[in-house]
């Protein structure tokens, strides 16, 4: 029995524990002076040291029955569960209560994050850069084509042999090589661009020169 006698203090002192931190938890629940914040913060770490201490109190209680003899056994387990019933009463009510201020917070996260999305939502779009413009973008490709054009146009050149539109004309025509190609840059250029960019690039491409003849 003094083996019993032992544990039952040593159950006593955790009870003692469970019942300050009960204390505590409904204290920090009831300062009004707190934030929200702390007031979830204090409730997480004692609603854990309350957790704790319960299972020390329950495995104290499984040890005591043990020793006592079968005629004791239903008194003790109805007298610890009595007093245990407390505690947990204790705790299921700390548990709901963060659980409701975790709730109102998330709640106001999700609002303000609403309003900012609202709030950017109602903002004028942002005008489109020069640089995007139809109007750049048909000089780039100009200068691209122009450039890759160019390159092709004199290596042709060189394995082609003019020829005269007739005796009396000074304008050379070269042949089937230089007109297929030209047709392919116009094949890729329809295909490439919406066509109101092609009609402003062929116009551009007219104007500057012309690849199908070469003046001498």
């Known amino acids: 029995m003094s083996n019993v006698a032992s544990l039952t203090s040593k159950r006593g002192g955790n009870r003692g524990a469970v019942t300050r931190l009960i204390n505590k938890i409904s204290d920090i629940i009831a300062d009004a002076a707190m934030d929200r914040d702390r007031k979830i913060y204090e409730l997480n770490k004692k609603l854990e040291d309350l957790h704790d201490k319960i299972k020390v109190v329950e495995a104290l209680d499984s040890e005591i029955v043990d020793l006592f003899a079968a005629a004791d056994m239903e008194a003790e387990m109805a007298n610890a569960g009595g007093i245990n019933a407390v505690s947990y009463d204790a705790r299921d009510a700390a548990e709901f209560t963060l659980k409701t201020l975790m709730d109102e917070k998330a709640a106001e996260v999700a609002a303000a994050a609403a309003a900012s999305a609202?709030?950017?939502a109602a903002l004028p779009n942002s005008p489109i850069s020069p640089s995007l413009t139809s109007l750049n973008l048909v000089e780039i490709f100009y200068f691209g084509m122009r450039f890759w054009t160019y390159s092709r146009w004199?290596?042709?050149?060189?394995?082609?042999?003019?020829?005269?539109?007739?005796?009396?004309?000074s304008t050379l025509v070269y042949p089937a090589t230089q007109r297929r190609f030209f047709s392919a840059w116009c094949q890729v250029t329809t295909t490439t661009l919406s066509p109101s960019i092609y009609s402003k690039s062929v116009l551009a491409s007219r104007q500057k020169s012309s690849w199908l003849t070469c003046e001498h």
């Open 154 to 169: 004199k290596f042709i050149k060189k394995r082609s042999t003019p020829m005269l539109l007739s005796s009396t004309s």
């Open 118 to 120: 609202a709030a950017a």
